[in-house]
């Protein structure tokens, strides 16, 4: 059975950095796209970056780019988020998500994800 297991919050200050991961285990799943998505409370859950993982190509939002990297070991089918100059707006339960394939239309969607981690809390204070 597949996991994603995430590790990495925590609490950070306004302009430190963080760094999420995300193992993929279990089975023999090779992730046609991953992603990091992120819930505040009281809002939706966003896509923050995503990853093709053949490709290495990226997506972020308008909102972490030049801040965030996703990237990714390919060895260890593991998956990171790099999170630097953190903002008190960045705190949330963040979600990496996991697709056996996905429409490159569809990658910042929840839709194609059929596996998702636990969730891991970041929070940013000022």
């Known amino acids: 059975q597949v996991h994603l297991v995430e590790s990495g919050g925590g609490v950070a200050q306004a302009g430190g950095s963080l760094r999420l991961s995300c193992e993929v285990s279990g089975g023999t799943l090779v992730p046609y796209v991953t992603a990091w998505f992120r819930q505040a409370p009281g809002e939706e859950r966003e896509s923050v970056a995503t990853?093709?993982?053949?490709?290495?190509?990226?997506t972020y939002t308008d909102s972490v780019k030049g801040r965030f990297t996703i990237s990714r070991d390919t060895g260890s089918n593991t998956v990171y988020l790099q999170m630097n100059s953190l903002k008190p707006e960045d705190t949330a339960v963040y979600y990496c998500a996991a697709a056996t394939y996905a429409n490159p239309r569809t990658y910042s969607s929840e839709r194609p994800y059929n596996y998702w981690g636990q969730g891991t809390q970041v929070t940013v204070s000022s």
């Open positions: 990853l093709n993982w053949n490709s290495g190509g990226t």
